[in-house]
T-cell receptor, first 119, second 111 residues
């Protein structure tokens, strides 16, 4: 399957600082990427849909000014957590959409995740 | 409301044994159903993807079934290994690319 990478894999920061997380599709182009958040023992929760060259679409309840998303190229999307607070500590996972080709659906490949801890 | 429910919530089995995980969904319209394996602290990895016309699909020791009429799916793991310890997530897709996630089954395989 296609490979999606995330950087960094884990980050610890002080409250009030901003943290940038990168998501890259390594061997395919992705016009659409998704950002998820996962709390312990819970499933993934979609935060936003990132579209190359246009503004991201945020899910209800997700603050767009706090979670800045930039999808500047077909292989890179970034999520910046601004003015991070301890409640933002979570596991952030991105995914990239690969065109279905002969398939009737688009496959979604997930990154390995980024563990954010805000002190 | 589009929902995906999984059972059991957690499961403990001995190495070498088989097990079956269940998934019920109420997503409509329905496009496809996916099973993912998620190791602790890692992103989900796809095991199988089935459209409404497929009722079974295998990937090594993993076999998924789908009954689109009753809106049920199962994931059967044969001859379990210690490395099978993970969360297994049932995910359903409707008429958009957004995925609807189940809460997962946490499987622990003991020697």
């Amino acid at each position: 399957g296609a490979v999606v990478s995330q950087h960094p894999s884990r980050v610890i920061c002080k409250s009030g600082t901003s943290v940038k997380i990168e998501c890259r599709s390594l061997d395919f182009q992705a016009t659409t990427m998704f950002w998820y958040r996962q709390f312990p023992k819970q499933s993934l929760m979609l935060m936003a849909t990132s579209n190359e060259g246009s503004k991201a679409t945020y899910e209800q309840g997700v603050e767009k000014d706090k979670f800045l998303i930039n999808h500047a190229s077909l292989t890179l999307s970034t999520l910046t957590v601004t003015s991070a607070h301890p409640e933002d500590s979570s596991f952030y996972i991105c995914s990239a959409l690969s065109g279905g080709g002969d398939l009737s659906y688009n496959e979604q490949f997930f990154g390995p995740g980024t563990r954010l801890t805000v002190l | 409301k589009n929902q995906v429910e999984q059972s059991p919530q957690s499961l403990i089995i001995l190495e070498g044994k088989n097990c079956t995980l269940q998934c019920n969904y109420t997503v409509s319209p329905f496009s496809n159903l996916r099973w993912y394996k998620q190791d602790t602290g890692r992103g989900p990895v796809s095991l199988t993807i089935m459209t409404f016309s497929e009722n079974t699909k295998s990937n090594g020791r993993y076999t998924a079934t789908l009954d689109a009429d009753t809106k049920q799916s199962s994931l059967h793991i044969t001859a379990s290994q210690l490395s099978d310890s993970a969360s297994y997530i049932c995910v359903v897709s409707g008429n958009t690319d957004k995925l609807i996630f189940g809460t997962g089954t946490r499987l622990q395989v003991f020697p």
